[in-house]
């Protein structure tokens, strides 16, 4: 028997997130369905570094799994991918020590949010359309959220022990001259549920005068649990990539 590490790219429109789900909505549904038919269909499982939501998409996502084959490397990537859904792609496959695990041995993530500041249709489908915002505040922002903090008033239902979080890189840029589309980028050791969503949400809602700095800073310094914040929408969110040692 061989472990294989598997790079995911998926847009999560028309799925429940990446888990797997009764009613085979997951999308590790539909890669186990693929890899099973090239295994006397006797399923075989995945194992994901993150569960992303419904509607939430990937570039780097990252599983793994057990399977003996006796195809090599890139033909078995070929013959998976061949039996996946148009919008799941496995963009990298290789053997990998039998003691790798994807969620386990991750020491980072990165995720990317896009919001789109003009009215192009083009970009409803994958980018959070916001109006009246002012990046003077998003980038200050983005600045006092760098660095290790106590996550919990920016997650859904947390009952961890630990809700710290230490966030290396953490930042607003836009991604064309003509400034229609700014992007969220965010690097950390970990992440809580929905954290990515809220942060960027409430950071919004402060750029749009919703609500004010200080009460940011509040929500940080002073975390508590279900507090009533603001959440964006899970089609602007992107999962980068995932950081291994090696």
């Known amino acids: 028997m061989k472990r294989y590490k598997i790079i995911i790219q998926y847009d999560g429109t028309n799925f429940s997130g990446f888990q797997s789900q009764k ?28 569960r992303t939501d419904a509607g939430v998409h990937a570039l780097g996502q990252v599983a793994h799994f057990d399977l003996d084959s006796k195809l090599d490397d890139e033909n078995l990537l070929r013959a998976i991918n061949a039996r996946l859904d148009r919008q799941i792609r496995i ?8 003691n790798f695990h994807s969620r386990f041995d991750a020491i980072s993530k990165e995720y990317n949010y896009s919001c789109s500041l ?23 922002l983005c600045e006092i959220i ?32 003509k400034e229609e589309k700014l992007s969220y980028i965010i690097h950390g ?7 990515v969503r809220y942060l960027v949400g409430t950071m919004i809602a402060v750029s749009q005068h919703k609500i004010s700095i200080d009460d940011f800073k ?29």
Request: net charge positive; with cysteine.
């Open 146 to 177: 760098e660095g290790e903090h106590d996550f919990l008033s920016f997650s859904k239902f947390s009952n961890k022990k630990n809700n710290n979080c230490k966030i290396f890189t953490s930042k607003w840029v836009f991604d064309d001259k």
């Open 218 to 246: 509040n929500l940080l310094d002073k975390p508590k649990k279900d507090a009533k914040i603001f959440k964006a929408p899970s089609n602007g969110l992107i999962l980068k990539e995932i950081f291994y040692e090696n």
């Open 91 to 98: 963009s990298n496959l290789k053997k990998i020590n039998d």
């Open 118 to 140: 003009s009215d192009n249709p083009l970009l409803l489908k994958d980018h959070h359309h916001i109006k009246n915002v002012d990046i003077n505040i998003l980038l200050d």
């Open 23 to 50: 009613n085979n909505t997951g999308i590790q549904d539909k890669i186990e369905s693929s890899i099973a038919s090239l295994n006397h269909n006797k399923k075989v499982r995945i194992y994901g570094a993150s």
């Open 189 to 195: 050791n970990r992440f809580l549920h929905h954290m």
